[in-house]
């Protein structure tokens, strides 16, 4: 059984830093991309980065580019999530995903699992 498990949310002043990890159990078949997602009261879902587990490829949101790096540790099966400068509209719940991505940039196509989120709240 799949299962992703994300740690390292916290709270934060604007400009601070925080690594977020997603511990992941085990690898659906079919993903061909690991990354995250972000949710924010009464905001829709943001998909925040990924990696093609293929090659690396990343994608990254406008939002988030230069601040966030994504990367993984294989032999801990654990991806992070590197985020500097944090920003108050950085804050939201952080999901880790394991999922089917499209794309050159590879970008969320279907979700395959999810973990039960960490808090992140940036304060001014």
């Known amino acids: 059984q799949v299962q992703l498990v994300e740690s390292g949310g916290g709270s934060v002043q604007a400009g601070g830093s925080l690594r977020l990890s997603c511990a992941v159990s085990a690898y659906a078949d079919n993903r061909n991309c690991m990354g995250w997602y972000r949710r924010a009261p009464g905001k829709e879902r943001e998909d925040v980065s990924a990696f093609y587990t293929s090659d690396g490829r990343t994608y990254y949101a406008d939002s988030v580019k230069g601040r966030f790096t994504i990367s993984q540790d294989s032999a801990k099966n654990t991806v992070y999530l590197q985020m500097n400068s944090l920003k108050p509209e950085d804050t939201a719940m952080y999901y880790c995903?394991?999922?089917?991505?499209?794309?050159?940039?590879?970008?969320?196509?279907?979700?395959?699992?999810w973990g039960q989120g960490t808090q992140v709240t940036v304060s001014s």
């Open positions: 995903a394991s999922a089917v991505c499209a794309g050159s940039r590879p970008q969320f196509s279907v979700f395959l699992s």
